[in-house]
Nanobody, 131 residues
């Protein structure tokens, strides 16, 4: 499973919603995990949502629980990130990424930066949350 460029970013007001999309290829049980990561200016890159496409099991860090939802549609070759109740601190460049191995959603969202070379990174899309 591989991600290309993320799309759907833009300017939204606090409390607003936004859906990001990324075209993917290679849906397979061999490489089932896909995730969304973000990097804000001056901050380290962090995981926000991860999904195992073979069983639809998701993992959400605390920052995303109740607000973000990751999903995939193999028929449309697309992975989505729905973001609700956005906050200014959500402002960041968002990246779709997949694991080149057989990680679970939990493992992907907990992968250490030293192991990010085991992942395929799509081009990011900028989300700006501001009034």
């Amino acid at each position: 499973l591989r991600c290309s460029a993320g799309v759907g970013g833009g300017l939204v007001q606090p409390g607003g919603s936004l859906r990001l999309s990324c075209a993917v290829s290679g849906f397979t049980l061999n490489r089932p995990a896909v995730g969304w990561f973000r990097q804000a200016p001056g901050k380290e890159r962090e995981a926000v949502s991860c999904l195992s496409t073979n069983n639809d099991i998701t993992y959400y860090p605390d920052l995303a629980k109740g607000r973000f939802a990751i999903s995939s549609d193999s028929a449309k070759n697309t992975v989505y990130l729905r973001m609700n109740n956005l906050r200014p601190e959500d402002t960041a460049v968002y990246y779709c990424a997949t694991d080149l191995g057989q990680s679970s959603s939990y493992a992907l969202c907990h992968k250490r930066p030293a192991n990010w070379g085991q992942m395929n990174w799509g081009q990011g899309t900028l989300v700006t949350v501001s009034s």
